[in-house]
C-alpha cells in the first residue's frame, strides 16, 4: 500500500516561512517525478511545483516563483517545499503527489498516489 504522508503545515504570519516534507512509503519514488499541489477553500486543486526524478528539473507555478522551492531525498524517499515570503492568499490544503513517470508534469492527471494533505495558514 503506497502513503503519501505530509507534515510541517501550521499558522504562520505574512511574510514568515514553512517547510513541508512528504515522506513515501510502500514503493520508492525515485524514478519518479513528485510535486506539490494546494487547494483553498471553494477552489479547485491547483499546481504549485514540481521535481524530476533527479531533482534536477523544477517547475513552479508564476504565483509562487522566487518564493517557494521544491527539493527531494531520494535516499530518504522524501520530498520538501520550503516556502518563504508567506502571503495570505497562499492559505490552503497542501499536498503531495507522486508520479509513475519519471517526467514532471503540472496537471493533477499526472500524478496517481496523493497525500492527505496538510494545512497551511498564513495570517495578514
Known amino acids: 500500500q503506497v502513503q503519501l504522508v505530509e507534515v510541517g503545515g501550521g499558522l504562520v504570519q505574512a511574510g514568515g516561512s514553512l517547510r513541508l516534507s512528504c515522506a513515501a512509503s510502500g514503493r520508492t519514488f525515485s524514478s519518479s517525478a513528485m510535486a506539490w499541489f494546494r487547494q483553498a477553500p471553494g477552489k479547485e486543486r491547483e499546481f504549485v511545483a514540481t521535481?524530476?526524478?533527479?531533482?534536477?528539473?523544477?517547475y513552479y507555478a508564476d504565483s509562487v516563483k522566487g518564493r517557494f522551492t521544491i527539493s527531494r531525498d531520494n535516499a530518504k524517499n522524501t520530498v520538501y517545499l520550503q516556502m518563504n515570503s508567506l502571503k495570505p492568499e497562499d492559505t490552503a490544503v497542501y499536498y503531495c503527489?507522486?508520479?509513475?513517470?519519471?517526467?514532471?508534469?503540472?496537471?493533477?492527471?499526472?500524478?496517481?498516489?496523493w497525500g492527505q494533505g496538510t494545512q497551511v495558514t498564513v495570517s495578514s
Open positions: 521535481i524530476s526524478w533527479t531533482g534536477k528539473t523544477t
Open positions: 503527489a507522486g508520479s509513475v513517470v519519471a517526467v514532471p508534469a503540472v496537471s493533477v492527471q499526472g500524478y496517481r498516489y
